[in-house]
C-alpha cells in the first residue's frame, strides 16, 4: 500500500526516531571535550574498536514519558542494525559502504504504518541521528562535555563493565550522567541521571547481553507488512519536480 508523500509522515517519522533512540542530540556540530589533567577522551572512556561485532541487548530505559520502556538491540557489525521499542516500533539502519549515509526503515506497529528516509535528508529538518548513538545506546554529546573515572562504593563495583561520570552542560547548570561501560560489548550497562528531585535513578539498565552469530538475513530491510501503509518521507523532505 502506498501513499504519497501525506503531510504527517515526516513528523511521524521523527516522533518515532526520538522515542525509539532513546538519548538524542539537537546539534549537528560534534562538540570538544573540556580539558583537564583527569578527563579522558571519549575513544577513551567509551572504547568500541574491540567490541563484540554481533551483539543482541536486552534492557529498560525510562523514557521522557517518565514511564519505563523495553529497548531491544539487534547489532550486525558496523553496517546494519535492528531497534525495537516495547514491540511497537522496530527502527531498522543499513549503514552505506562508505559510512556517510544511512537508510532508515521505521515500522510503526500501532498505527500499521512503514516510513523509509535517508540520514542525510533527515539532517535538512533537523533530525540527527548518528550511528555510534544508534548502536552504543548513549550518543556523544554535541555540546561542551567532560567524562572522568567514577569511584563507587564497593557494592556497585562491578567485574563486566567501568564506571564514568559524563558531565555536559556549563559550570553552574551541570549535567551528570553516571556510565557504567563495557569495553567487550561496546554498550553502557547501566546508566543513571538525576531526577527533577535531584535524586539519582537508572535512565537504562541491560538485562541480558549476548553473542549473535552474524546472519546474511538478519541484515536486509524487512518487507512492509501486510496492511501497512506505506510512506517514503524522502519525497517530502526532497519532492521531485511535479509532485
Known sequence: MKHDRPWSSVAL???GLLLSTWIFATDAQAAQPTSSASTLTWDEAFPVARA?????V???????????????????GTAFLHRRTDETLDLYVHRSDTGADYA???LDHRRHIVMDVR???LYRIGVFSDW?????LIDRPKTAFSVRALSVPPHERRPDC???LLVRGTKTAPDESHVCWSSTWGIPLALRTKDAKGEWIDLLRVDRIEAIPPSTESTTMPASPDGYATFDA???IDPKEGD
Open 13 to 15: 517519522l521523527a516522533a
Open 52 to 56: 563484540a561485532g554481533d551483539v543482541h
Open 58 to 76: 536486552d534492557a529498560h530505559f525510562q523514557g521522557s514519558d517518565g514511564l519505563p520502556h523495553r529497548l531491544q538491540v539487534w547489532r550486525h
Open 104 to 106: 532508515y526503515r521505521l
Open 119 to 121: 540520514r542525510n535528508q
Open 132 to 136: 555510534f548513538g544508534l548502536a552504543h
Open 162 to 164: 567501568i564506571w564514568r
Open 234 to 236: 524522502s519525497n517530502e
